[in-house]
């Protein structure tokens, strides 16, 4: 369950952490590991599957892409002044916080957005997912034990 729950763009580390950690009680380094497993395997998939993936659904009417054409825009406009500062170092930075929808999903499309070539892409996508999970791991970690006092 955490590797399948770290697959999901909504659950990724920030769920599947807590999850193993603290309802299946599984060790948290054996937890962080199937977690960043689960979670970088679709991130990976997701960065090569964008540009075909975007063409052919644009093909199928205006309205679709009129939208992935506000879509990317609009992210584009959010974020360029952190790419056109840090590079793809800001990938790296966007993907660690594990905040909602900073995870890697959405670190794949800012890839895909920003036109990061994929042999400075994924060092950073997955340097990004392995500390925010370390991060995960230590909060889960830290309040379970403060909620156990």
Same mark, same amino acid.
């Given at each position: 369950?955490? $590797?399948?729950? %770290?697959?999901? &763009?909504l659950?990724?580390?920030?769920?599947?952490?807590p999850?193993?950690?603290?309802? =299946?009680?599984?060790?948290?380094?054996t937890?962080?590991?199937?977690a960043f497993?689960?979670?970088?395997?679709p991130v990976?998939a997701?960065y090569f599957?964008l *540009?075909? /993936?975007?063409? !052919?659904?644009?093909?199928l +009417?205006?309205?679709? *892409?009129? !939208? $992935?054409?506000w879509?990317f825009d609009?992210?584009?406009?959010?974020?360029?002044?952190s790419?056109?500062? =840090? +590079?793809? /170092? %800001?990938?790296?930075?966007?993907?660690?916080?594990?905040?909602?929808?900073? +995870?890697? !999903?959405?670190?794949a499309?800012?890839? =895909?957005?920003? +036109?990061?070539? !994929?042999?400075?892409?994924? &060092?950073?996508l997955?340097?990004?997912?392995?500390l %925010?999970?370390?991060i995960?791991?230590? /909060?889960?970690?830290?309040?379970?034990?403060?909620?156990s006092?």
């Amino acid at each position: 369950m955490v $590797f399948f729950t %770290a697959m999901t &763009p909504l659950g990724e580390l920030r769920i599947a952490i807590p999850l193993g950690i603290g309802f =299946y009680k599984l060790a948290p380094l054996t937890t962080l590991e199937v977690a960043f497993l689960g979670n970088i395997i679709p991130v990976i998939a997701l960065y090569f599957l964008l *540009d075909p /993936l975007t063409k !052919w659904l644009c093909r199928l +009417g205006q309205p679709i *892409d009129r !939208w $992935f054409t506000w879509l990317f825009d609009h992210t584009y406009r959010k974020h360029s002044a952190s790419f056109d500062k =840090y +590079g793809s /170092l %800001a990938l790296m930075i966007f993907v660690t916080i594990p905040l909602p929808f900073t +995870g890697g !999903w959405t670190g794949a499309l800012l890839a =895909y957005l920003f +036109g990061i070539k !994929w042999y400075y892409a994924l &060092p950073n996508l997955l340097i990004g997912v392995a500390l %925010a999970g370390v991060i995960v791991t230590a /909060l889960t970690v830290s309040g379970m034990w403060v909620f156990s006092l």
